[in-house]
């Protein structure tokens, strides 16, 4: 079994200063429980969720979508910068590496990553992002939304599989 | 340029009957207009559009997510099997090789190729499908929900970029 | 299963005439034997060998790195354009889609997708392309030189799994 | 820029002694250097790096192929278990995530990696490994021999790109 507790932020590589700060939160959060934020390492929600980790001691990897820096620019807060050269079909590798995910905001890509845990039966914590008004009923009880970064940590750590990644 | 104008319909490997008449008539709309169906190759609604399709005369490609027959079955509707062994990465392949998108009936799998298509500004149609309360706003305009399979296939045909693809 | 056995060609998108004419060769002996082409679409051996298919009237599927035309051109002889955005990761999709593999000349990529065909104990044949002569011993019968474009199609139709698509 | 060099070893899920031993000093001697190991996450060669990383005090990150731990077993030498669902197409991943690659032994999967990496301009270290005799000449400078774990770790360093991570 890996080191730490591994949980998944996910959210837009834009975002404004309310999402910046919940995500800044979130990523506090998480680290000061001691789990290793997995995100897609590039800007916006990943970057304020990156830097609160960070800020807080914690350890931070981004699974970026180019094949390298040149083609998808790391953030400053990375521990650890890996590079798929694949794309959007990174987002499954970002939501299958967490025991639990934490969605902050609502593009389109999050709605893709929000999607494909919940495929997979990972627990997913929505923060200021999509409400879904017609799933299939199947792993619908694994999608909570949370009205606070606080909030959203907690739950996270209580949904949490961590025997989904060894 | 491709020979035929590349349609992609999603949905998900399990469904009820009503869907499958519905998906079954799409497929058949969409190769009586003489496009080409791309989907996930498996059951379900994808098995129904490619019956349908076939049915008309058209031709179907299903792109699955195992390595071989033995690890994700075809329907007994595709002109061409392409196997990818990328699991659930392969949704985004899916909805990239059309020129517009048809989804039918409301997965989780569903849901993330919804978004992938969106993401990378591919027009959707919706079927019996998610009706989604949250979007980020961007290429919300290209997300058209239908009510019947003929006008799904009708809004695709109008909605399609072919210059996508060649 | 498909209708028609799908046979994989690899090669460089950048080749001299020798290899050109030979790609060119071996696609229109696919054709003539009733073989679906799939190649990775692009230029090169990729090209040739599309062409020489397309001019004997059979099928060409190309499976492209990109995520549209515009990161990847297609080349001019596909019948289906199938779009990935998945870059040098979608060589596995090109190879897996094969009941066999044709490798026509040597560069990185084409030696990845040898590499990749064996792995998953798909028969290839080689024609100017690399010796190897240093692998594990585990499917090594499965790879076969040929010493013309002829004799690579013949060798190819003969050690083909169609099982393995359906 | 990532807070350590990374290194990517590569090799197959199943090896004799021999090479079991030149996998960890390869680990211990990256460790030793303070590079991160980043590899395929399984067992073989792959779980020999990560024990001699791990006993020399280094963090080891695997990239596994399956969508959780009950698909992909990871190794026991783990700090960080990243799930890709995409099987051999996060070979990819593994190499495009390392300044350099150092490849031990020589199986199917390991000359895909070997391949990928040249393919991209990464520097390749091998070591009990492929020989290589029909290259196009691109890249071949970035592939070189190792005759001891010792001079392939002290290789790799002296190759390392480590702007491609930042």
């Known amino acids: 079994m890996p080191e730490r507790l591994q949980i998944a ?15 800044c939160a979130v990523g506090e ?7 290793h934020l ?8 990943m970057a304020a969720a990156s830097r609160g980790a960070r ?10 979508p180019g094949a ?11 521990s650890l910068a890996l590079f798929t050269g694949m794309g959007q079909a990174r987002n499954l590798s970002v939501v299958l590496s967490g025991a639990a ?20 039966g990972i627990p997913v914590v929505t923060l200021e992002s999509w409400s879904l008004s ?24 209580e949904l949490a599989i961590p025997e989904r990644l060894g």
Chains 1, 2, 3, 4 share one sequence.
């Open 29 to 35: 959060g998480l680290a000061r429980a001691g789990a």
């Open 134 to 157: 017609r799933p299939d009923g199947r792993n619908e009880s694994l999608l909570r939304p949370a009205d606070s970064p606080r909030r959203a940590v907690k739950l996270a750590l």
């Open 38 to 45: 997995i995100c897609g390492g590039r800007g916006g929600v």
């Open 9 to 23: 932020v996910v959210g837009a590589a834009e975002c404004d200063d309310r999402l910046r700060q919940a995500a």
């Open 101 to 120: 995910v934490i969605a902050v905001g609502g593009g389109w890509g999050t709605l893709s990553e929000i999607a494909l845990a919940l495929k997979h």
């Open 68 to 78: 390298d820096a040149g083609e998808s620019t790391p953030n400053d807060d990375l």
């Open 55 to 64: 800020a807080a001691g914690g350890l931070v990897t981004g699974i970026l």
